[in-house]
């Protein structure tokens, strides 16, 4: 080896950072004009192992700046300063359907920067490793405090942020797969919203009864977050995504309880019997479930179980009926669920009720159905275990790598932006100012 190349130097600022915050990946004292691959490491809490990498040449100086510098092919290609983690992808050999989800907020996902000589798009291990360090990604700001809830049968994770409080708060609901999915509540917590996310499919009420939850179920949550002392009682909002949609759409019109400032529904759809909980809604996709299609590599497709969208009203939330500002987020490409559909059907329902001024709709080309917070690497398709059907299969979400990240990315800051106005702001009902973003 040439005794240059023992000095290559790279560095990564912030080395510690928060999940959506944006890192400097440099290459320093490299030859001029040297070919070199940059790549990224992540084993995961399940033992999966993912990479992505770009292949670049260093300047004149002998220098790659990834946040300006284009990368000519790899996992991913152009200028991108983030591409390092939002292409990452299950190493070859994986078995499929893999999804990268962080399950403890309470650890860093770990990621290994290295930078090889040559551009290689596989057996990194035999390659010149010319130097590499180790960067810590937080859902968790330093400050925020993780409070498990198990009162009134709630299955829950309160996030506070750092500081004395008290904070504007948030109801965070997922999705079909059930579980406590607790690391959007995390990072929401660390922009200082207290966040508290819900398991309301695979919860203990389910554990204990058998049966599924009432609506009244997250009317208790929604009393948790309204009495706590660290919360104001009035600033209360609800995130939910996918089956979430539905229950935040439902509690946000029709509860005499849950009051909101705001309400954001991601990949979502209003169409949900008017009467009744979770059963019906559950039921109602049950019922249609022969309108499932298959993609040719036997992926499920749902976007059409709730198509065409119903014109009788007693199958339909009626958003006419909002009275707070609700923003929603929509893949143009989601392959589960109508959103696309859903999103212009509100509009022209809450148009016709005279306040469609309340509604923003963020709608992205070639995005999927799982918009997370940036630069969480996407899964076009995964497996799936439905709670309808209790049978595990790989389910096609949609979207295109690029466009996907770009989205999530776009509507994560414009979410917070949203939340932050309408929970900090002193108005209930101020129009957004998103439109002007
Ligand atoms: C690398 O690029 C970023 C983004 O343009 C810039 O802020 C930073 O100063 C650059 N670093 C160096 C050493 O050129
Ligand atoms: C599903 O179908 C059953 C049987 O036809 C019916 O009784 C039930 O009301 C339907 N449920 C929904 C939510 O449409
Ligand atoms: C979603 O809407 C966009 C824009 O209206 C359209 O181009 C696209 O084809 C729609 N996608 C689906 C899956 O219907």
């Known amino acids: 080896m040439d005794r240059k190349q023992c000095c290559v130097k790279l560095s990564v600022q912030p080395s510690r950072g928060l999940m959506d915050e944006k890192f400097v990946v440099l290459v320093q004292s490299a030859l001029p004009s040297q070919q070199l691959t940059v790549h990224a490491f992540h084993e995961c809490e399940d033992g999966h192992s993912?990479?992505?990498?770009?292949?670049y040449t260093a300047d004149a100086a002998g220098t790659v700046n990834v946040s300006e510098d284009c990368s000519f092919g790899g996992s991913y290609s152009g200028v991108e300063p983030m591409g390092l983690l939002w292409s990452l992808e299950p190493v070859p050999g994986s078995k499929p359907g893999l999804r990268m989800r962080k399950k403890n907020v309470q650890t860093p996902m770990v990621v290994t920067i290295s930078v090889y000589q040559g551009h290689h798009t596989a057996g990194f291990v035999d390659q010149v490793l010319l130097a590499s360090v180790m960067v810590e990604r937080w859902y968790m700001a330093p400050g925020v405090r993780r409070i498990p809830v198990t009162e009134d049968r709630l299955t829950a994770t309160l996030f506070l942020p750092p500081g004395p409080g008290p904070f504007p708060g948030l109801l965070d609901l997922w999705g079909g797969g059930g579980q406590l999915v607790e690391y959007r509540a995390a990072l929401l917590a660390s922009h200082g919203i207290g966040s508290l996310a819900l398991d309301y499919l695979t919860c203990k009420f389910t554990l204990d009864t058998g049966k599924t939850v009432e609506n009244e179920y997250f009317e208790t949550a929604y009393r948790y977050l309204q009495k706590h002392p660290q919360i104001i009682g009035s600033r209360i909002s609800m995130l939910g995504l996918s089956l979430g949609t539905s229950i935040t759409l439902k509690m946000t019109v029709y509860s005499e309880?849950?009051?909101?400032?705001?309400a954001v529904c991601i990949s979502g759809s209003h169409v949900q019997p008017v009467d009744g909980s979770l059963k019906e809604i559950l039921g109602l996709f049950k019922n249609n479930s022969d309108k499932t299609r298959f993609s040719d590599k036997n992926e499920?497709?749902?976007?059409?179980?709730?198509l065409p969208i119903p014109s009788d009203p007693s199958l339909k939330v009626d958003v006419g009926r909002l009275q707070c500002p609700l923003l929603l987020v929509v893949g143009e490409d989601d392959q589960n669920w109508c959103a696309n559909e859903s999103a212009m059907d509100m509009r022209e329902m809450m148009e016709r009720a005279g306040n469609s001024h309340l509604l923003t709709i963020l709608s992205y080309?070639?995005?999927?159905h799982l918009i997370e917070p940036p630069y969480m690497p996407h899964a076009r398709a995964s497996s799936f275990k439905t709670v309808v059907a209790h049978q595990k299969l790989i389910a096609l979400w949609g979207g295109q790598t690029p466009e996907h990240s770009l989205a999530q990315e776009d509507s994560w800051r414009k979410v917070l932006i949203f939340l932050r106005e309408n929970l900090y702001g002193d108005t209930n009902h101020g129009a957004s100012s998103l439109s002007h973003l």
Do not use: E, M, S, T
């Open 257 to 262: 309880v849950v009051k909101l400032r705001c």
């Open 50 to 55: 993912w990479q992505a990498f770009g292949h």
């Open 300 to 306: 499920a497709i749902w976007r059409d179980l709730l």
């Open 365 to 368: 080309p070639n995005a999927g």
